[in-house]
């Protein structure tokens, strides 16, 4: 009976952590991505939120989203570098991406039906050094001129 529980909770965790690798979220044509975003006023950017990532395709994707004090969904030109260790902590990623406002998309979870705007890097592997090791933990720092975070993993 424990170990149908066990499985249960982390069959449902797995889910979780990758419920957003779906196709971007779109209502119907005339409310667009790019319009619904430009709705959202550039407010202080105050926290980060769901970082996560997936491997699939040849590729590693994180995403994460930004948030005002109320915890809204935000967009911000900005940084993000992003850097990934190995399991000896050998640095084997490294890389800054430009944030831009029209890079965020509008995104929905298939498992919770929760709506966010998301920014999304994509890393192929080739351009990641694997030959010292797979990677073991990815770091994000995002930052702008009015607001920065400290580095966060996932």
Known sequence: MNKWIITICVLLGVLLLFGCT????????????????????????????????DISDGNVSLW?????????????????????????GDEIYNKTFVMREDDFGYYKNP?????????????????INLSNGAISKTFVKVSSISWSFDEISG
Do not use: C, H, W
């Open 111 to 127: 498992l919770t039906g929760v709506k966010s705007i998301k920014y999304i890097i994509s890393i192929p592997l080739t351009d």
């Open 22 to 53: 779906s196709s971007k979220y779109t209502s119907d044509s005339n409310n667009t991505t790019k319009n619904f975003i430009k709705e959202i006023p550039n407010l202080d950017v105050k926290f980060i939120s769901g970082l996560q990532s």
């Open 64 to 88: 994460f989203s930004l948030m005002d004090k109320q915890q809204n969904d935000v967009v911000s030109n900005g940084t993000a570098v992003v850097r990934m260790i190995n399991k000896k």
